[in-house]
């Protein structure tokens, strides 16, 4: 799986994204280590706070089913009528991927004809992680 072929998996899984009140639509699609992948959208809700992001869904979906650990992930974001673009992960999203992935754990972003590859660790430096509490 390349990271072309993991996007075209986010743009898919985009398509699924309930946003009615932000209508800004993102898909996710996760690379388990074990070749599986996990696809989430974002899903919105009318009383705001249990919204959830795709990349929370798509990492729940495997936690729930036993997998812990991830090779990559691809997001894609944008206004739901226009095409998926550039969509950074947000705060809450880094934490979760850093308290199942490494500082390796690839971060796939960018749109149907571009793709940037990032680092965990660039994306969240000095990450507070499950080794802190030991
Ligand atoms: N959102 C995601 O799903 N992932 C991100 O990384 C950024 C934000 C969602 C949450 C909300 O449904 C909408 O995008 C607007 O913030």
Redesign the pocket.
Same mark, same amino acid.
């Given at each position: 799986m390349n990271n072309k072929e993991l996007m075209d998996l986010a743009l898919k899984a985009r398509e699924n994204s309930y !946003?009615p009140y !932000?209508n800004?639509a993102?898909g996710a699609a996760l690379l388990a280590k074990n070749g599986k992948v996990y696809l989430g959208c974002?899903i919105?809700n009318s009383s705001y706070t249990p919204?959830i992001?795709?990349?929370r869904v798509a990492f729940f979906k495997a936690v729930s089913e036993g997998v812990k650990e991830f090779e990559a992930i691809a997001?894609v974001?944008g206004k739901t009528k226009e095409e998926g673009r550039f969509?950074?992960?947000?705060g809450v999203?880094r934490q979760v991927m850093a308290e199942f992935c490494n500082k390796d754990f690839k971060i796939i972003l960018g749109d149907r004809h571009h793709i940037e590859e990032f680092t965990l660790e660039s994306m969240l430096p000095l990450a507070f992680t499950p080794t802190d509490l030991k």
């Open positions: !946003s !932000s800004f993102v974002n919105e919204t992001c795709a990349e997001i974001g969509c950074a992960p947000c999203c």
